[in-house]
């Protein structure tokens, strides 16, 4: 996100293109991208960014993406330790807001798609993301929601296995009784309009 912003669509492209071929040579990675697929999960983005964000996030294996990403990051960015410490939250950010009444829940450890993942994998995310969570915040039971809405079998004998109560998909409506606590649909944030407060927002469901 952070090279989508400094570059642009068009200077994004420009700058991994090359980056991917050289480390991939004689691979067609687009080949495999599917647009139709790509909009779905990424409807908010221009279908550039859409595609290229599929591309990343569901195509290129996770070694060769990270490999592209971080040498066009150094160029373009700087170091990608220090841009960790300056944007993400630490400890005594999280127990602040839970001393606020919010819950900090659960959305995988290496944030990849289940869907790419063995079980043997994705038991090792959840648990791994279960345990952090209890040593950071603390045993209480939290809620989880799958990265990219990638819920499998796997993943959810996993969540049962750990701390989380219930886990949310991508789903986008409303949830009654009836639904699996670990299939839990939900309504994001995204598809609510600004100017929609208190009551007004109530009203969607």
Sequence with gaps: HLLLAALGD????TEITPVLR????GA???????????????HYETPCRA???????????????????????????GSITRWARQWYVQWDHLKELES???????HGYAHESYARLT????????LQIAAVLRQG????????????GGVTDAAVLACRQSSFVHAFTTQ????????????????????????LQGENACRLC
């Design 28 to 42: 067609d990675w687009w080949e495999k991208v599917d647009a139709a697929a790509a909009r779905a999960l990424y």
């Design 100 to 106: 606020l009444g919010h819950t900090v829940g659960g």
């Design 172 to 195: 986008s409506r409303c949830i009654d009784a009836a639904f699996n606590a670990y299939y839990l649909p939900r309504v994001d944030t995204i598809h609510i309009s600004a100017h």
């Design 51 to 77: 595609q290229w964000k599929y591309l990343l996030a569901m195509v290129l294996p996770i070694p060769l993406r990270e490999a592209v990403i971080a040498e066009v990051f150094e160029k373009h960015i």
């Design 10 to 13: 068009e200077g994004f492209s």
């Design 137 to 148: 915040l603390g045993p209480e039971m939290r809620p989880f929601s799958y990265p990219y």
């Design 119 to 126: 079980p043997d994998e994705i038991r090792h995310d959840v």
């Design 22 to 25: 050289s480390q991939s040579p």
